[in-house]
């Protein structure tokens, strides 16, 4: 079974500072990293995701994150923050086996002070 | 455009009542989905489809029913025995291959009066 883990149910930050976004996930098969993002009263759009080769990934709206095989981690991080970029933020795992379940963490809200 | 419409936006129901949520794309994808939303607690799974006349019943299906009966088309009753149906429902869709990203609806809220 996979359990996805989002640490922080809230994240305050002033407009341009840096903000990281803290995700841990359980699996006992091997899995795609995905990081989604959900403006009020909409749908979820994709962020980045990790397949594999390079740990790093950038994302839109200069998002990235990191994966962490031996942390079992996919924090996301940007530089500098926009008053746009106000929005609840969500991690996901989907197995390498499995072409139907995507599990989501409990989702970040993040939230920009001006 | 290519992409997913959910509709209505909103929708209000009165207890005892069945209601259908529907869902359409046009991304010809294989695989689609339904999720409630509840606040703090992420995305739960209630249904999904690999293909055509074949659905699986998620981690929340009681309660709810699906069809698909064409490649575009997922709708999903909220029955009356559903205990606590107001919330947002999102649906999506993907190709079958785990790597594909889901595209998600815009959502219904759903509000039992």
């Known amino acids: 079974a996979q359990s996805v883990t989002q640490l922080d149910s809230q994240v305050p930050v002033f407009e341009e500072a840096p903000v990281e976004l803290r995700c841990n996930y359980s699996s006992s098969v091997s899995v795609y990293l995905f990081w989604y993002v959900q403006y009020p009263n909409q749908g979820l759009q994709l962020l980045l995701k990790y397949l594999s080769g390079s740990t790093l990934v950038k994302g839109i709206n200069g998002f990235e994150a990191e994966f962490n095989k031996s942390q079992t981690s996919f924090h996301l991080r940007k530089p500098s923050v926009h008053i746009s970029d106000t929005a609840e933020y969500f991690c996901?795992?989907?197995?390498?086996?499995?072409?139907?379940?995507?599990?989501f963490g409990s989702g970040t809200r993040l939230s920009i002070r001006p | 455009d290519g992409g997913i419409t959910q509709s209505p936006k909103y929708l209000f129901r009165k207890e005892g009542q069945n209601v259908t949520l529907s869902c359409e794309q046009n991304l010809n994808h294989d695989a689609m989905y339904w999720y409630r939303q509840d606040p703090g607690q992420g995305l739960r799974l209630i249904y999904y489809?690999?293909?055509?006349?074949?659905?699986q019943k998620g981690d929340i299906a009681e309660g709810y029913s699906v069809s698909r009966e064409k490649k575009e088309s997922f709708p999903l009753t909220v029955t009356s025995a559903q205990k606590n149906p107001t919330a947002f429902y999102l649906c999506?869709?993907?190709?079958?291959?785990?790597?594909?990203?889901?595209?998600f609806g815009p959502g219904t809220r759903l509000t039992v009066l």
């Open positions: 999506a869709s993907s190709k079958r291959d785990p790597t594909d990203t889901q595209y």
């Open positions: 489809s690999q293909i055509v006349n074949d659905f």
């Open positions: 996901a795992v989907r197995p390498y086996s499995s072409a139907s379940k995507i599990i």
